[in-house]
Protein backbone atom coordinates (compact mmCIF):
# COMPACT_ATOMS: atom_id res chain seq x y z
CA UNK A 1 0.00 0.00 0.00
CA UNK A 2 1.59 3.41 -0.79
CA UNK A 3 1.03 6.64 0.81
CA UNK A 4 -0.87 9.33 -0.92
CA UNK A 5 -1.32 12.87 0.59
CA UNK A 6 -4.03 15.23 0.30
CA UNK A 7 -4.85 18.45 0.79
CA UNK A 8 -9.14 19.49 0.59
CA UNK A 9 -9.24 22.57 -2.14
CA UNK A 10 -11.12 25.43 -0.64
CA UNK A 11 -10.14 28.37 1.56
CA UNK A 12 -10.99 31.09 3.81
CA UNK A 13 -7.30 32.56 4.72
CA UNK A 14 -4.03 33.04 2.64
CA UNK A 15 -2.57 30.74 5.07
CA UNK A 16 -5.26 27.76 3.12
CA UNK A 17 -4.60 28.91 -0.20
CA UNK A 18 -4.10 26.43 -3.06
CA UNK A 19 -0.01 27.19 -3.35
CA UNK A 20 0.29 27.50 0.32
CA UNK A 21 -1.54 23.89 0.86
CA UNK A 22 0.93 22.32 -2.35
CA UNK A 23 3.93 23.45 -0.33
CA UNK A 24 3.10 21.82 2.46
CA UNK A 25 1.65 18.71 0.51
CA UNK A 26 5.10 18.39 -1.28
CA UNK A 27 7.27 18.79 1.86
CA UNK A 28 5.15 16.48 3.43
CA UNK A 29 4.89 13.62 0.89
CA UNK A 30 8.59 14.14 -0.04
CA UNK A 31 8.03 15.04 -3.46
CA UNK A 32 10.27 17.49 -3.65
CA UNK A 33 12.37 15.57 -1.58
CA UNK A 34 13.93 13.83 -4.54
CA UNK A 35 15.62 16.69 -5.66
CA UNK A 36 19.58 16.48 -4.91
CA UNK A 37 21.44 19.81 -5.20
CA UNK A 38 22.45 20.46 -9.08
CA UNK A 39 20.08 18.12 -10.17
CA UNK A 40 18.57 19.14 -13.61
CA UNK A 41 14.46 18.46 -12.79
CA UNK A 42 11.78 17.82 -15.57
CA UNK A 43 8.24 19.54 -14.30
CA UNK A 44 6.74 17.49 -16.50
CA UNK A 45 3.01 18.55 -17.14
CA UNK A 46 -0.13 19.85 -19.85
CA UNK A 47 -0.48 23.32 -20.77
CA UNK A 48 -3.59 22.91 -22.25
CA UNK A 49 -4.66 23.26 -26.15
CA UNK A 50 -5.13 26.33 -27.70
CA UNK A 51 -8.82 27.46 -26.61
CA UNK A 52 -8.98 24.94 -23.46
CA UNK A 53 -9.42 26.78 -20.34
CA UNK A 54 -9.16 24.05 -17.56
CA UNK A 55 -5.64 22.88 -17.80
CA UNK A 56 -3.62 23.48 -14.53
CA UNK A 57 -2.99 27.08 -13.43
CA UNK A 58 0.18 28.45 -14.60
CA UNK A 59 0.91 29.30 -11.01
CA UNK A 60 0.58 26.39 -9.44
CA UNK A 61 3.24 24.51 -11.35
CA UNK A 62 5.45 27.93 -10.82
CA UNK A 63 5.01 27.15 -7.24
CA UNK A 64 6.59 23.64 -8.20
CA UNK A 65 9.82 25.47 -10.29
CA UNK A 66 10.27 27.11 -7.16
CA UNK A 67 10.23 24.54 -4.79
CA UNK A 68 12.94 22.83 -6.81
CA UNK A 69 14.88 25.66 -7.16
CA UNK A 70 14.97 25.73 -3.49
CA UNK A 71 15.89 22.36 -3.43
CA UNK A 72 19.16 22.99 -5.29
CA UNK A 73 17.87 21.66 -8.42
CA UNK A 74 18.00 23.27 -11.85
CA UNK A 75 13.82 23.07 -13.33
CA UNK A 76 12.83 23.04 -16.35
CA UNK A 77 9.01 22.71 -17.45
CA UNK A 78 8.23 19.75 -20.43
CA UNK A 79 5.44 18.64 -22.10
CA UNK A 80 5.55 16.59 -25.65
CA UNK A 81 4.43 17.30 -29.16
CA UNK A 82 1.06 16.16 -30.00
CA UNK A 83 0.07 13.19 -33.18
CA UNK A 84 -2.93 15.74 -34.54
CA UNK A 85 -2.23 18.57 -36.75
CA UNK A 86 -3.11 20.98 -34.72
CA UNK A 87 -0.49 23.70 -33.53
CA UNK A 88 1.00 21.50 -30.66
CA UNK A 89 2.12 18.98 -33.51
CA UNK A 90 5.82 20.78 -33.58
CA UNK A 91 7.83 22.33 -31.20
CA UNK A 92 7.29 26.22 -32.09
CA UNK A 93 3.39 25.87 -32.52
CA UNK A 94 3.25 24.51 -29.08
CA UNK A 95 5.56 27.01 -27.76
CA UNK A 96 3.20 29.94 -28.96
CA UNK A 97 0.07 28.08 -27.52
CA UNK A 98 1.81 27.30 -23.71
CA UNK A 99 2.42 30.99 -24.13
CA UNK A 100 -1.13 31.79 -24.83
CA UNK A 101 -1.98 29.78 -21.97
CA UNK A 102 0.16 31.13 -19.34
CA UNK A 103 3.40 29.02 -19.78
CA UNK A 104 6.58 30.75 -20.06
CA UNK A 105 10.23 31.59 -19.64
CA UNK A 106 8.90 34.18 -17.46
CA UNK A 107 5.85 33.47 -16.16
CA UNK A 108 7.62 29.92 -15.38
CA UNK A 109 11.01 31.53 -13.74
CA UNK A 110 13.25 28.55 -15.95
CA UNK A 111 13.10 27.09 -19.51
CA UNK A 112 10.04 25.44 -21.34
CA UNK A 113 11.28 22.70 -23.38
CA UNK A 114 9.57 20.47 -25.37
CA UNK A 115 10.81 17.07 -25.05
CA UNK A 116 10.54 15.35 -28.20
CA UNK A 117 12.30 18.60 -30.15
CA UNK A 118 10.96 20.50 -33.26
CA UNK A 119 8.76 17.84 -34.87
CA UNK A 120 8.79 15.37 -31.72
CA UNK A 121 11.27 12.86 -33.13
CA UNK A 122 13.90 13.21 -30.60
CA UNK A 123 13.83 10.66 -28.53
CA UNK A 124 15.88 7.88 -26.71
CA UNK A 125 14.41 3.98 -26.46
CA UNK A 126 14.35 2.37 -23.42
CA UNK A 127 14.40 -1.61 -23.33
CA UNK A 128 12.47 -3.65 -21.72
CA UNK A 129 9.86 -6.66 -20.70
CA UNK A 130 6.43 -5.11 -19.97
CA UNK A 131 2.92 -6.82 -20.45
CA UNK A 132 3.13 -6.05 -24.41
CA UNK A 133 5.86 -3.78 -25.19
CA UNK A 134 9.84 -4.12 -25.36
CA UNK A 135 10.75 -0.73 -25.57
CA UNK A 136 9.55 2.43 -25.30
CA UNK A 137 11.23 5.67 -26.79
CA UNK A 138 11.15 8.25 -24.43
CA UNK A 139 11.42 11.95 -25.54
CA UNK A 140 15.36 13.04 -24.99
CA UNK A 141 14.83 16.27 -22.48
CA UNK A 142 13.14 14.20 -20.72
CA UNK A 143 15.47 10.77 -20.71
CA UNK A 144 18.57 13.41 -20.08
CA UNK A 145 16.93 14.84 -16.89
CA UNK A 146 18.19 13.65 -13.33
CA UNK A 147 14.62 13.61 -11.68
CA UNK A 148 11.20 14.11 -12.74
CA UNK A 149 8.11 16.14 -11.27
CA UNK A 150 5.05 14.69 -13.20
CA UNK A 151 2.32 17.49 -11.94
CA UNK A 152 -1.14 15.81 -13.62
CA UNK A 153 -4.54 16.86 -14.08
CA UNK A 154 -7.11 14.30 -13.67
CA UNK A 155 -9.68 14.42 -16.06
CA UNK A 156 -11.81 11.93 -18.52
CA UNK A 157 -10.13 10.52 -21.48
CA UNK A 158 -12.27 9.45 -24.35
CA UNK A 159 -10.10 5.78 -24.77
CA UNK A 160 -7.58 5.56 -21.36
CA UNK A 161 -10.63 5.48 -19.02
CA UNK A 162 -8.98 8.30 -16.53
CA UNK A 163 -6.44 10.83 -17.75
CA UNK A 164 -3.70 10.58 -14.69
CA UNK A 165 0.06 10.21 -13.77
CA UNK A 166 -0.11 7.02 -15.31
CA UNK A 167 -1.05 8.16 -18.83
CA UNK A 168 0.49 11.88 -18.35
CA UNK A 169 4.09 9.98 -18.34
CA UNK A 170 2.51 7.07 -21.35
CA UNK A 171 1.81 9.34 -23.99
CA UNK A 172 3.12 13.05 -22.26
CA UNK A 173 6.94 11.94 -22.24
CA UNK A 174 7.19 9.83 -24.89
CA UNK A 175 8.37 10.65 -28.62
CA UNK A 176 5.38 10.51 -31.61
CA UNK A 177 6.43 6.73 -32.32
CA UNK A 178 5.75 6.63 -28.55
CA UNK A 179 2.68 7.49 -29.18
CA UNK A 180 2.00 5.65 -32.52
CA UNK A 181 3.27 1.95 -31.21
CA UNK A 182 0.11 3.03 -28.38
CA UNK A 183 -2.72 4.60 -30.61
CA UNK A 184 -1.81 2.37 -33.76
CA UNK A 185 -3.96 -0.49 -32.13
CA UNK A 186 -6.89 2.09 -32.50
CA UNK A 187 -6.98 2.45 -36.43
CA UNK A 188 -10.36 2.85 -37.32
CA UNK A 189 -12.22 0.98 -40.20
CA UNK A 190 -13.64 2.72 -43.33
CA UNK A 191 -17.88 2.81 -44.68
CA UNK A 192 -17.26 3.66 -48.01
CA UNK A 193 -20.99 3.50 -48.31
CA UNK A 194 -21.45 6.22 -46.08
CA UNK A 195 -19.16 8.94 -47.30
CA UNK A 196 -20.57 11.81 -49.32
CA UNK A 197 -16.62 12.95 -50.62
CA UNK A 198 -16.91 15.93 -48.54
CA UNK A 199 -12.78 15.95 -48.38
CA UNK A 200 -13.22 16.70 -44.12
CA UNK A 201 -11.16 13.71 -43.19
CA UNK A 202 -8.34 14.23 -45.88
CA UNK A 203 -7.78 17.95 -44.80
CA UNK A 204 -7.77 16.80 -41.03
CA UNK A 205 -5.41 13.35 -40.81
CA UNK A 206 -2.32 13.95 -39.98
CA UNK A 207 -0.59 10.51 -41.87
CA UNK A 208 -2.10 11.10 -44.90
CA UNK A 209 -3.43 8.04 -45.08
CA UNK A 210 -6.61 9.01 -46.54
CA UNK A 211 -6.15 10.36 -50.18
CA UNK A 212 -8.86 10.89 -53.00
CA UNK A 213 -7.95 8.33 -55.97
CA UNK A 214 -7.68 10.20 -58.25
CA UNK A 215 -9.01 7.94 -61.59
CA UNK A 216 -12.05 6.49 -59.43
CA UNK A 217 -12.74 9.91 -57.56
CA UNK A 218 -12.84 7.36 -54.04
CA UNK A 219 -11.42 7.85 -51.09
CA UNK A 220 -8.23 5.76 -50.65
CA UNK A 221 -7.61 4.45 -47.18
CA UNK A 222 -3.59 3.32 -46.79
CA UNK A 223 -4.24 1.26 -43.23
CA UNK A 224 -0.03 1.03 -42.83
CA UNK A 225 0.35 4.82 -42.87
CA UNK A 226 -2.66 5.34 -40.35
CA UNK A 227 -1.12 5.47 -36.59
CA UNK A 228 -4.79 5.40 -34.64
CA UNK A 229 -5.51 9.21 -33.53
CA UNK A 230 -9.24 8.97 -34.33
CA UNK A 231 -9.48 12.76 -35.89
CA UNK A 232 -11.42 11.18 -39.34
CA UNK A 233 -13.49 9.47 -36.73
CA UNK A 234 -14.30 12.71 -34.59
CA UNK A 235 -14.69 15.10 -38.00
CA UNK A 236 -16.74 13.04 -40.36
CA UNK A 237 -20.46 13.74 -40.22
CA UNK A 238 -21.46 11.08 -41.88
CA UNK A 239 -19.97 8.23 -39.87
CA UNK A 240 -18.14 6.95 -42.52
CA UNK A 241 -14.96 6.11 -39.80
CA UNK A 242 -16.01 3.68 -37.23
CA UNK A 243 -13.70 3.26 -33.94
CA UNK A 244 -12.30 0.22 -33.42
CA UNK A 245 -13.85 0.17 -29.51
CA UNK A 246 -12.66 -3.49 -29.00
CA UNK A 247 -8.91 -2.31 -29.02
CA UNK A 248 -9.64 -0.24 -26.08
CA UNK A 249 -8.66 -2.60 -23.72
CA UNK A 250 -4.99 -3.22 -25.80
CA UNK A 251 -4.27 0.49 -25.76
CA UNK A 252 -4.95 0.71 -21.88
CA UNK A 253 -2.17 -2.05 -21.59
CA UNK A 254 -0.29 -0.32 -23.76
CA UNK A 255 -0.63 3.08 -21.69
CA UNK A 256 0.22 1.40 -18.90
CA UNK A 257 3.67 -0.30 -20.28
CA UNK A 258 4.60 2.97 -21.88
CA UNK A 259 4.38 4.85 -18.36
CA UNK A 260 6.87 1.75 -17.14
CA UNK A 261 8.89 2.70 -19.73
CA UNK A 262 9.54 6.13 -18.53
CA UNK A 263 10.10 5.62 -15.16
CA UNK A 264 12.39 2.99 -16.35
CA UNK A 265 14.74 6.36 -17.97
CA UNK A 266 15.28 7.42 -13.99
CA UNK A 267 17.19 5.91 -11.05
CA UNK A 268 14.89 4.79 -8.50
CA UNK A 269 13.32 7.34 -6.11
CA UNK A 270 13.76 9.97 -8.78
CA UNK A 271 10.00 10.54 -10.33
CA UNK A 272 7.15 12.35 -7.88
CA UNK A 273 3.84 13.01 -8.28
CA UNK A 274 1.10 15.27 -7.97
CA UNK A 275 -2.32 15.47 -9.06
CA UNK A 276 -4.39 18.66 -9.30
CA UNK A 277 -8.08 17.49 -9.05
CA UNK A 278 -9.39 21.26 -9.75
CA UNK A 279 -11.40 22.08 -12.79
CA UNK A 280 -12.28 18.20 -13.94
CA UNK A 281 -13.95 17.79 -17.04
CA UNK A 282 -14.86 14.57 -18.82
CA UNK A 283 -12.68 15.47 -21.46
CA UNK A 284 -8.94 15.64 -21.52
CA UNK A 285 -6.94 19.49 -21.73
CA UNK A 286 -5.96 18.23 -25.89
CA UNK A 287 -9.28 19.69 -26.61
CA UNK A 288 -9.68 23.11 -27.81
CA UNK A 289 -12.74 24.14 -25.43
CA UNK A 290 -13.65 23.26 -22.20
CA UNK A 291 -16.93 21.91 -20.75
CA UNK A 292 -17.85 22.78 -17.50
CA UNK A 293 -16.38 20.68 -14.67
CA UNK A 294 -18.08 17.28 -13.65
CA UNK A 295 -17.90 17.64 -9.94
CA UNK A 296 -16.75 20.50 -7.34
CA UNK A 297 -13.00 21.17 -7.16
CA UNK A 298 -11.38 18.43 -5.16
CA UNK A 299 -7.42 19.43 -4.17
CA UNK A 300 -4.12 18.42 -4.24
CA UNK A 301 -2.83 14.97 -3.99
CA UNK A 302 0.82 14.01 -3.86
CA UNK A 303 2.71 10.61 -3.74
CA UNK A 304 5.82 8.35 -4.93
CA UNK A 305 3.24 5.99 -6.43
CA UNK A 306 1.05 6.98 -9.60
CA UNK A 307 -1.27 4.08 -9.49
CA UNK A 308 -2.03 5.05 -5.90
CA UNK A 309 -2.35 8.71 -6.82
CA UNK A 310 -4.66 7.91 -9.86
CA UNK A 311 -6.67 5.24 -8.14
CA UNK A 312 -6.86 8.21 -5.18
CA UNK A 313 -7.51 10.43 -7.69
CA UNK A 314 -10.27 8.79 -9.36
CA UNK A 315 -12.12 7.44 -6.04
CA UNK A 316 -12.42 10.90 -5.31
CA UNK A 317 -14.43 12.10 -7.92
CA UNK A 318 -16.55 9.21 -7.60
CA UNK A 319 -17.04 9.88 -4.20
CA UNK A 320 -18.11 13.41 -4.94
CA UNK A 321 -21.62 14.73 -6.10
CA UNK A 322 -22.06 15.70 -9.98
CA UNK A 323 -22.20 19.38 -10.81
CA UNK A 324 -25.87 20.35 -11.61
CA UNK A 325 -25.51 21.73 -15.63
CA UNK A 326 -22.70 19.56 -16.52
CA UNK A 327 -22.04 16.44 -18.04
CA UNK A 328 -22.64 14.20 -15.13
CA UNK A 329 -26.55 15.45 -15.08
CA UNK A 330 -27.03 14.77 -18.61
CA UNK A 331 -26.23 11.26 -18.37
CA UNK A 332 -27.93 11.15 -14.79
CA UNK A 333 -24.44 10.23 -12.98
CA UNK A 334 -25.07 13.26 -10.40
CA UNK A 335 -25.13 10.95 -7.13
CA UNK A 336 -22.03 10.37 -5.09
CA UNK A 337 -20.91 7.10 -5.91
CA UNK A 338 -21.59 7.45 -9.63
CA UNK A 339 -18.47 6.52 -12.08
CA UNK A 340 -19.20 9.45 -13.95
CA UNK A 341 -16.11 9.79 -15.92
CA UNK A 342 -16.91 6.14 -16.87
CA UNK A 343 -20.67 6.69 -17.69
CA UNK A 344 -19.99 9.75 -19.93
CA UNK A 345 -17.35 8.35 -21.80
CA UNK A 346 -18.51 4.80 -22.09
CA UNK A 347 -15.14 3.26 -20.96
CA UNK A 348 -13.61 2.71 -17.18
CA UNK A 349 -9.83 3.01 -16.41
CA UNK A 350 -9.69 -0.92 -15.14
CA UNK A 351 -7.67 -2.65 -17.70
CA UNK A 352 -4.82 0.70 -17.17
CA UNK A 353 -5.14 0.59 -13.55
CA UNK A 354 -5.09 -3.24 -13.36
CA UNK A 355 -2.45 -3.78 -15.85
CA UNK A 356 -0.06 -1.18 -14.03
CA UNK A 357 -0.58 -3.13 -10.66
CA UNK A 358 0.52 -6.43 -12.65
CA UNK A 359 3.57 -4.51 -13.60
CA UNK A 360 4.42 -5.01 -9.72
CA UNK A 361 6.40 -1.76 -9.39
CA UNK A 362 2.77 0.43 -8.31
CA UNK A 363 0.17 -0.23 -5.60
CA UNK A 364 -3.39 0.21 -6.45
CA UNK A 365 -4.54 -0.02 -2.79
CA UNK A 366 -3.32 3.18 -1.27
CA UNK A 367 -3.29 4.52 2.07
CA UNK A 368 -5.15 8.76 2.09
CA UNK A 369 -3.11 10.95 4.16
CA UNK A 370 -5.17 14.24 4.58
CA UNK A 371 -3.22 17.15 5.70
S1 LIG B 1 -15.26 13.16 -43.78
FE1 LIG B 1 -16.59 11.39 -44.05
S2 LIG B 1 -17.96 11.93 -45.72
FE2 LIG B 1 -16.25 13.36 -45.81
S3 LIG B 1 -14.77 12.41 -47.23
FE3 LIG B 1 -14.22 11.74 -45.15
S4 LIG B 1 -15.31 9.78 -44.91
FE4 LIG B 1 -16.25 10.82 -46.64
S1 LIG C 1 -6.79 7.77 -40.99
FE1 LIG C 1 -7.87 8.67 -39.25
S2 LIG C 1 -7.02 7.59 -37.46
FE2 LIG C 1 -5.63 7.23 -39.18
S3 LIG C 1 -4.07 8.83 -38.96
FE3 LIG C 1 -5.64 9.60 -40.40
S4 LIG C 1 -7.07 10.76 -39.10
FE4 LIG C 1 -5.81 9.48 -37.74
Keep these: MSDVY ?6 TKSKDGLLNKLRLLAH ?3 VTGIV ?9 THMGDSGNTTHIHPAIIRRVVDMVKEAGGKPFVTDTTVLYGRRRFTELGYLEVASENGFNPESMGCPIVIADGMNGMDGMRVEGDWNVLKGVEVASAIHSADAMIV ?7 ARAGFGGALKNMAMGCVTKRGKIVQHSVLRPSFDESKCTLCGDCIDVCPSRA ?7 GNIDFDVDVCFGCEICVFSCKQKAWVSNVDMIPEFQIRVA ?3 AGVMA ?4 GKVSFVNIALNITWHCDCTDFSDRPVVPDIGLLASMDPLSIDQASSDLIVESPGVRGSMAERVDALNPGVDKLSRINHVDAEVQFKTAERLGMWQRRYNLLRI
Excluded at 6 to 11: K, L, Q, T, V, W
Design 28 to 30: ESG
Design 210 to 216: ILLERET
Design 265 to 268: AFDP
Design 6 to 11: FAEAGA
Design 36 to 44: NKGDTVAVK
Design 151 to 157: VSHPTGH
Design 257 to 259: DSA
